[in-house]
C-alpha cells in the first residue's frame, strides 16, 4: 500500500514532477508547520530553557561588599558539579537510583508477566472480546487513581495485609514501600505489554505452527523458536515504550507513597520538589539529566536492538523492492 | 508483500485458528485457569475499590466481598460542595477536551502532508514528531512553569492545554499518519481526475475514509489527556481550575485525622467510569489504536 503512496505521485508525468513536487512541498510546510510550531513551543523552548537555566542559581544571601545579593547568578556547570556532591548531591544519585532501579525491576516483570498474558490470551477462543475489556481497565484507569487505590489496597490495616497475614507498613518508607510501587506499576502495565505483543502473536500465519507440530515440537520448542522470535520486533518496540515511561514515573510513587520520601523518589519528583522550593536552577539540571537519560536510553535500545520506532526500515525495504520491480519491469 | 494492514480488527473470525476438535483434557481446563486468573488479576484491585466505596464510613475498613449494609453515602459526600469535585470533573473535561481537538486538528493536516505529500525530510520530521514523545514531562513543566508565571498562565486552562500537546500531538500525528497510510491513494486520484481539487478529494474522499482512524485516535488522546497528572498538579494551585486527578490526589475530606478512604475510592471511581466505559463501548477500536505502532 505505503509503495503505491511512494510511487504514484510520481508516476504520471515524468516531466512536470520537479515543479509538481516544489508545490507539494509547499503546501506540506503549510500543514505541518501549525504542528511543528507547537511543539517547538512545548518540547524545543523547555529544552533550550532548561539548559539556559540550569546554569544559574538562586543567590540569598550576602554578596563580597556586604550587600544583600538577591535574583540569580550565573554559575556555569555549577549545577551539574554539585550533582555528585554533599546532600543534594546524595539526594540525586538516590533518586538516580531509585528511577533506574523501578525502571529495570518493573519492566522485567511486566515483559515476563506480559508475555505470560498474551500466550493465554492468544489460546482463549470463546469470551476474548470481554477477556480483552478487562485486561484494558488498568490500562485505563488514571495513574493517580491506581495509586490511591493501591494505598488503600496497602493500608497498615487493609486487605493485602489481611490476606497475606502480615503487619508490613507498605506506605512508609524502606523496602516495603518499594515493593508496593512495583506491584501497583506492575498490575497497571503488564497488560498494555500483554495487548501489544497478543497483536504481535495474532499475525504469525497457524501454518508455521502446524508444520512445527508435524515436526514434533512441543509448546517450549514452539515458543521458544517461533513466536519468541516473531513477536521480537513488537516486544522491542513495547518494552521501549515502556522504558522511556518508566524513567519518567511521578504519579504513582507521588500519590501511593507521597513526595520527599528517600526510598521512593524518582528523578521527575526530585526535579517537582526543587521547582517548588523555586530553585528552578537544580530544578532545571535535574529535567536536563533526566531528558539525557531517556534520550541515551532510547538511542541505545534503538541502534542495539534495532527496535523499529518509526517502520522506516520497513518503509526502506518496500522501495528497495519498488524500485528493483521497476528495475525488472524496463 | 510483508505488510499487514494496520488497522486490521485483531480478532475477526477468519483470522482465528482454524478450530480442531479437542479431547477435553486437563490442558483445555487449565486455558480456563489461566483466563480466570488474568480476570482476577486484572479485575480484583477496581473490583476492591468499587466495594470499598459502597462502604459506610463505620465499616470502611471490613473485609467482605460485598458491602454491608450498601451505602451511598461517601458518593453524596464527594458532591456535597466542599471538595469542588464536580468543578474538577467539569475542569478535567475541559482541558481533555480541548487538547483532544486541538491535537486532532492539527494532527489530521501533519499526517495528510506526510502521508500524501512528496516533500524532502519527511521521514526526519516524522522521527522528529514521535521522538518528541519521549520528552519527560517534568522537562517540559520545569521551564514552562516559569514562563508561564511570567505571563500570568498559571491557574488558567491554555497553561494545561498547551504542555498537553507535547503528548498529545505526537500520539496524534503518529496514529493519523499510519491510518491514513493505510488507505488506498486510488479513490482520492479518482477524484481528482473527476476535477476534484486537491482539498475537496481531501475532504469529501478522504476524511469519511479516515473517519475511524481520527475516532480512535480521538478516543486514545482524550484517555491520556484525562489521565495526566504532573502538568496539572504543576500549573494550577487554585481548586476552582485544578482536573479531577489532582483533586482526588489532594483530597482529605472533611475530618483531619482519618484519611477519607471512602470518599477517595468513591471519587476514583467516578473518575474512572467514564473510561471503563469508553473502553467497554470501544474496546476493539482502543486495542487496534494502542497496536498499530508496534506491529506493522
Request: overall charge positive.
Amino acid at each position: 500500500m505505503s509503495t503505491r503512496i511512494a510511487a504514484s505521485p510520481r508516476s504520471p508525468g515524468r516531466t512536470k514532477s520537479g515543479n509538481r513536487s516544489a508545490g507539494e512541498g509547499r503546501m506540506a510546510a503549510l500543514l505541518l508547520s501549525p504542528t511543528l510550531l507547537v511543539l517547538a513551543l512545548v518540547i524545543a523552548y523547555p529544552l533550550v530553557s532548561a539548559l539556559y537555566q540550569s546554569m544559574f542559581r538562586e543567590q540569598s544571601g550576602l554578596d563580597a561588599s556586604g550587600f544583600v545579593a538577591e535574583g540569580e547568578v550565573f554559575v556555569g556547570l555549577g549545577n551539574y558539579a554539585d550533582l555528585f556532591v554533599g546532600e543534594s548531591g546524595a539526594r540525586f544519585l538516590n533518586a538516580f537510583g531509585n528511577t533506574t532501579f523501578f525502571t529495570v525491576t518493573t519492566v522485567t516483570l511486566e515483559t515476563v508477566l506480559g508475555l505470560c498474558l498474551a500466550i493465554a490470551m492468544n489460546r482463549a477462543f470463546r469470551g476474548r472480546s470481554f477477556l480483552r475489556a478487562s485486561i484494558l481497565i488498568p490500562w485505563a484507569i488514571p495513574t493517580a487513581v491506581s495509586g490511591l487505590l493501591w494505598r488503600w489496597i496497602f493500608q497498615s490495616d487493609g486487605i493485602a495485609n489481611s490476606l497475606i497475614g502480615s503487619e508490613t507498613l507498605w506506605t512508609a518508607e524502606g523496602v516495603a514501600a518499594k515493593v508496593a510501587i512495583i506491584v501497583a506499576e506492575v498490575w497497571k502495565t503488564a497488560p498494555f505489554i500483554g495487548l501489544l505483543v497478543l497483536a504481535g502473536m495474532q499475525i504469525i500465519p497457524e501454518e508455521i505452527y502446524e508444520a512445527a507440530k508435524i515436526d514434533g515440537a512441543g509448546f517450549w520448542r514452539q515458543f521458544r523458536s517461533i513466536t519468541l522470535p516473531l513477536v521480537k520486533p513488537t516486544l522491542l518496540v513495547a518494552v521501549l515504550f515502556r522504558l522511556l515511561d518508566a524513567l519518567r514515573m511521578f504519579d504513582l510513587p507521588f500519590v501511593l507513597i507521597g513526595p520527599g520520601k528517600e526510598s521512593v523518589e524518582t528523578l521527575s519528583m526530585l526535579a517537582f520538589d526543587e521547582s517548588n522550593q523555586l530553585r528552578y536552577g537544580s530544578a532545571s539540571a535535574f529535567a536536563v539529566i533526566l531528558f539525557l537519560y531517556v534520550a541515551l536510553v532510547a538511542i541505545v535500545f534503538v541502534k542495539l536492538l534495532g527496535a523499529d520506532v518509526a517502520g522506516t526500515k520497513q518503509v526502506r525495504a518496500l522501495r528497495r523492492a519498488t524500485s528493483t520491480r521497476k528495475a525488472k519491469a524496463l | 508483500m510483508t505488510q499487514i494492514p494496520v488497522l486490521t480488527p485483531v480478532d475477526t473470525p477468519a483470522e482465528a485458528p482454524p478450530r480442531v476438535v479437542r479431547k477435553r483434557g486437563w490442558k483445555s481446563y487449565s486455558v480456563y485457569l489461566g483466563l480466570a486468573a488474568i480476570l482476577v488479576y486484572c479485575l480484583a484491585p477496581f473490583y476492591w475499590m468499587l466495594v470499598s466505596s459502597f462502604r459506610r464510613t463505620a465499616d470502611i475498613f471490613d473485609n467482605s466481598l460485598l458491602p454491608q449494609p450498601f451505602s451511598a453515602e461517601n458518593y453524596i459526600k464527594v458532591f456535597d460542595g466542599s471538595t469542588l469535585f464536580g468543578q474538577a470533573l467539569l475542569n478535567s473535561l475541559i482541558v481533555a477536551g480541548v487538547t483532544t481537538a486541538a491535537a486532532l486538528v492539527l494532527g489530521i493536516f501533519a499526517a495528510y502532508a506526510i502521508s500524501r505529500l512528496n516533500f524532502r525530510f519527511k521521514s526526519v520530521i516524522l522521527g522528529v514528531i514521535i521522538a518528541t514523545s519521549m520528552f519527560p514531562g517534568i522537562s517540559v513543566v520545569v521551564p514552562l512553569l516559569r514562563l508561564f508565571t511570567d505571563i500570568g498562565w498559571i491557574n488558567t486552562y491554555q497553561a494545561m492545554i498547551v504542555p498537553n500537546l507535547s503528548f498529545a500531538i505526537p500520539l496524534a500525528v503518529w496514529n493519523l499518519t499510519t491510518f491514513m497510510k493505510s488507505l488506498p491513494f486510488d479513490l482520492e486520484e479518482a477524484a481528482m481526475i473527476d476535477g476534484c481539487s486537491k482539498w475537496q478529494a481531501f475532504r469529501k474522499v478522504l476524511l469519511p475514509l479516515a473517519a475511524p482512524g481520527v475516532f480512535t485516535t480521538a478516543i486514545l488522546t482524550f484517555i491520556h489527556s484525562w489521565n495526566e497528572f504532573i502538568i496539572a498538579l504543576s500549573m494550577v494551585n487554585d481548586p476552582a481550575v485544578q482536573t479531577a486527578t489532582v483533586a482526588i490526589s489532594k483530597f482529605t475530606g472533611a475530618t483531619e485525622f482519618q484519611a477519607p478512604f471512602g470518599e477517595q475510592m468513591a471519587a476514583g471511581v467516578i473518575v474512572t467510569i467514564p473510561l471503563v466505559i469508553m473502553v467497554l463501548i470501544f474496546q476493539r477500536r482502543i486495542v487496534e489504536g494502542l497496536t498499530s505502532g508496534a506491529t506493522k
